[in-house]
T-cell receptor, first 116, second 113 residues
């Protein structure tokens, strides 16, 4: 399977704990995106990488959130001191580099985080 | 403020009939629009897209129409099939280097046999 994979698929944690999610993009894709989706809403952009460089961060990404993409391959998203408001589906997407239509991003299945 | 809006949270149609899903946007700087389909427990999958310089794009049973003056786009599915039942998201892209997408809230389509 050459699609985008995310682990874990589900995570339940207690408020105040740290959590880390992993995303493995499609291997030849240079760009990697993180989105967050809450119930009844569409995905909201969090951050994106071009290879290993983090080039854009949304204002939604508070100081408790950090993302990395070492060596331009897989990426991790860490949330420190989780809050109940962090409960959401965290989606990862990847795309080839360049400005070619249709600008499609390929999404993984997501990691559902529940903070109790 | 929501820059991309899907005002109908749900839509129910009979198999074989046309499904029309609507999307409105507020920012004139969007230069490209995409529709994604999402099944439960899966990530969104790309369906069809349209550039802001066009007003129609067709792919099989799916057609997207863009009305720039009204800042409105729609997705037509003809004929609708039960397998089309899913949540449909409209997304828009700014003309910038990152190509980040701004999504609407989604419309749940139910196609009844």
């Amino acid at each position: 399977d050459t699609g985008v994979s995310q682990n874990p698929r589900h995570k339940i944690t207690k408020r105040g704990q740290n959590v880390t999610f992993r995303c493995d993009p499609i291997s030849e894709h240079n760009r990697l995106y993180w989105y967050r989706q809450t119930l009844g809403q569409g995905p909201e952009f969090l951050t994106y990488f071009q290879n290993e460089a983090q080039l854009e961060k949304s204002r939604l990404l508070s100081d408790r959130f950090s993302a990395e993409r070492p060596k331009g391959s897989f990426s991790t998203l860490e949330i420190q001191r989780t809050e109940q408001g962090d409960s959401a589906m965290y989606l990862c997407a990847s795309s080839p580099q360049g400005d070619l239509q249709p600008y499609e991003q390929y999404f993984g299945p997501g990691t559902r985080l529940t903070v109790t | 403020d929501q820059q991309v809006k899907q005002n109908s949270p749900s839509l129910s149609v009979q198999e074989g009939r046309i499904s029309i899903l609507n999307c409105d946007y507020t920012n004139s700087m969007f230069d490209y629009f995409l529709w994604y389909k999402k099944y439960p427990a899966e990530g969104p999958t790309f369906l069809i897209s349209i550039s802001s310089i066009k007003d129609k794009n067709e792919d099989g049973r799916f057609t997207v129409f863009l009305n720039k003056s009204a800042k409105h786009l729609s997705l037509h599915i003809v004929p609708s099939q039960p397998g089309d039942s899913a949540v449909y998201f409209c997304a828009a892209k700014f003309n910038n280097a990152g190509n980040m997408l701004t999504f609407g809230g989604g419309t749940r389509l139910m196609v009844k046999p």
